[in-house]
């Protein structure tokens, strides 16, 4: 079984790219399940019910998310009122905000998986721990389900690694996203879980994570109040594809994947 995961789309240039050449890719590649981190889909901050369905369209089965899932304030209403929807927030977050951080489903060829969305707190909101949190959500996995995919939204490279470690033959990955860096650290670790510290961002690479270069300068120059805009230029699609055994979820492979 193959699984493509995008990293963060941001703004209009990456939900672009992903239009363009999300196609190829399925053709290249043939995945079985097509995941993506959409938290920035709409302008860099955030992402809308039409985007959501926007983004679904394409063919990502599950969009996961992160801090920035709150920012527009229409995804409220649709978080609560799709609670088996395929748009997730971190599951770490406390109980009465709206939305799910796991999703259970099939693929078409019949196989169940599962996936996860975590948040990490180093350097970010402090909310309930995501180790704990992963521990409960496993437990709300039906037993026959062995696919098991993890976003692990988060800062430090520490926390993310540590979280690696420690789901190591629980889940058949777990893939970083938040920073919008990609990372050269993808592996198999001992148990059979695949490992990536961050996806990278799917987006403009000339800019500051996203951002027009300008502006974030300007903004640690003076240590103002700066009104932030996506950038254009080279737009990129940064994913991994991870191989597994569906029988017992363990990955056999995994690979970055980069394309203009």
């Not at 992903?18 to 955030?46: H, R, S």
């Not at 592996?187 to 800019?207: I, K, W």
């Amino acid at each position: 079984m193959k699984i493509l995961f995008i990293g963060d789309i941001f703004g209009h240039p990456g939900r672009r790219i992903v239009k363009e050449t999300l196609p190829k890719l399925v053709e290249e590649f043939g995945p079985d399940l097509i995941l993506a981190n959409a938290e920035n889909a709409a302008a860099g901050f955030g992402i809308t019910p039409p985007l959501v369905e926007e983004l679904l369209d394409t063919g990502i089965a599950v969009l996961t998310s992160g801090n920035h899932i709150w920012d527009k304030k229409e995804i409220y209403p649709y978080l609560r009122d799709h609670l088996d929807g395929r748009l997730l927030r971190p599951a770490n977050y406390p109980s009465d905000a709206p939305g799910r951080g796991l999703y259970l489903g099939k693929t078409r060829g019949g196989v169940d998986y599962a996936v996860m969305n975590l948040q990490g707190r180093v350097f970010m909101p402090s909310i309930d721990c995501p180790f704990r949190t992963a521990d409960a959500l496993l437990a709300q996995i039906p037993a026959e389900t062995k696919i098991r995919i993890l976003d692990i939204h988060g800062e430090a490279t520490s926390e993310k690694v540590a979280l690696g470690w420690y789901l190591d033959g629980r889940v058949t990955a777990v893939l970083g996203t938040h920073t919008h860096i990609p990372t050269a650290d993808e592996t198999l670790l001992p148990e059979g879980t695949a490992y990536v510290t961050d996806l990278g961002m799917t987006g403009p690479y000339d800019s500051v994570i996203g951002i027009e270069k300008d502006l974030v300068i300007k903004k640690f120059l003076s240590q103002l109040p700066a009104r932030f805009e996506v950038a254009k230029g080279d737009v990129r699609l940064s994913a991994a594809l991870i191989e597994a055994e569906p029988q017992t979820g363990r990955a056999l492979s995994i690979q970055r994947l980069t394309r203009k």
